[in-house]
């Protein structure tokens, strides 16, 4: 039988339809309820190292989607589809220049792996992308103490996540 409503107001057919429909809505109240809950959970879970190195991973496509077709930075290998994000300054002791775009270029897996960064060769090739001004900034602030908060980490994910996906639609 098809229940037609004599009013707008009217939901429901019988009390029977009206228990089955004010169960059926507190069931999904509760599963929202529950997904919103687990999610905090898992966010309080993660670790400052578990969302930097998601973040890290955002940024590194980043990094080889805005470098795809340049060289290697180091030994100037024709591009391949599986070269890396090479810090100039290494990520894990220099916080202050890891997520730095200019701190970081397409790199070939042998100079990055391989020859620890193929610092000297970084070095004198890195002035071909960007200016000596901006070298010298990075060289003064490498060292600095960065310590990234739980907060901080998810905006840089983000921030580069919106990058990558806007690039990858181009």
């Known amino acids: 039988m098809l229940f037609t409503p004599f ?7 019988s009390p029977v339809c009206a228990a089955t429909l004010a169960r059926e809505t507190r069931q999904r109240k509760e599963q929202r309820e529950w997904k919103q809950r687990k999610a905090k959970m898992k966010q309080d879970l993660e670790t400052v190292t578990d969302l ?14 805005r470098d795809q077709g340049k060289p290697c930075i180091s030994c100037g290998k024709k591009y391949q589809s599986d070269f890396q994000a ?3 300054w290494p990520a ?6 890891r997520f730095n775009p200019l701190n970081v270029h397409s790199q070939c897996i042998e100079c990055n792996m391989h020859k620890s960064g193929n ?6 090739n890195i002035l071909q992308r960007i200016t000596p001004q901006q070298l010298e900034e990075l060289d ?15 905006d840089i ?7 990558v996906k806007k690039m990858q639609k181009k």
């Not at 009013?7 to 057919?13: M, S």
């Not at 930097?52 to 989607?65: D, S």
């Not at 894990?92 to 220049?97: D, H, K, M, P, R």
Request: proline share 0%; net charge positive; glycine share 6%.
């Open 119 to 124: 610092g000297n060769a970084y070095r004198k």
């Open 7 to 13: 009013n707008t107001l009217q939901k429901v057919c």
């Open 52 to 65: 930097a190195n998601a973040a890290q991973k955002i940024f590194n496509q980043f990094i080889r989607l």
């Open 86 to 88: 090479g810090h100039f």
């Open 140 to 154: 003064r602030i490498a060292h600095n103490t960065a310590n990234f908060s739980k907060a901080e980490l998810r």
């Open 92 to 97: 894990g002791t220099c916080w202050a220049v």
């Open 157 to 163: 994910a983000g921030k580069y996540a919106k990058k």
